[in-house]
């Protein structure tokens, strides 16, 4: 029953900025981890980011630690990204995932229960 959508996702230029927002619906555990994984053609699908509803505790990846920024509205029950300075190396059909957990985020994608449908983005050089 669960449901996860994401938007946002579009094609920019190096540099510019995309906000990606996954609207959920239910799925109103206690404590769950939220993320965006994405993946590029012939690649293996990666973690970019995650925070855990309770506390707020978050994780980024290298690459895009301080680019990045990953949020999560209660009241809204959406969680977003924020890319900022894009590079062409960012393009890849982003997914947002979920998993009820009693610890932190987990962190390969098999490990994710909950999955919506993803959004492509588009870096240009």
């Known amino acids: 029953q669960a449901q996860l959508v994401e938007s946002g996702g579009g094609s920019v230029q190096a540099g510019g900025s995309l906000r990606l927002t996954c609207a959920t619906s239910g799925f109103t555990p206690i404590r769950a981890c939220m993320a965006w994984f994405r993946q590029a053609p012939g690649k293996e699908r990666e973690r970019v980011a995650s925070?855990?509803?309770?506390?707020?505790?978050?994780y980024y990846l290298d690459s895009v630690r301080g680019r990045f920024t990953i949020s999560h509205d209660n009241s809204e029950k959406t969680v977003s990204l924020q890319m900022n300075s894009l590079k062409p190396e960012d393009t890849a059909m982003y997914y947002c995932?979920?998993?009820?957990?009693?610890?932190?985020?987990?962190?390969?994608?098999?490990?994710?229960?909950?999955w919506g449908q993803g959004t492509q983005v588009t870096v240009s050089s």
């Open positions: 925070i855990i509803t309770e506390g707020g505790s978050t």
């Open positions: 995932a979920a998993h009820t957990s009693t610890g932190g985020c987990r962190r390969y994608a098999p490990e994710y229960r909950y």
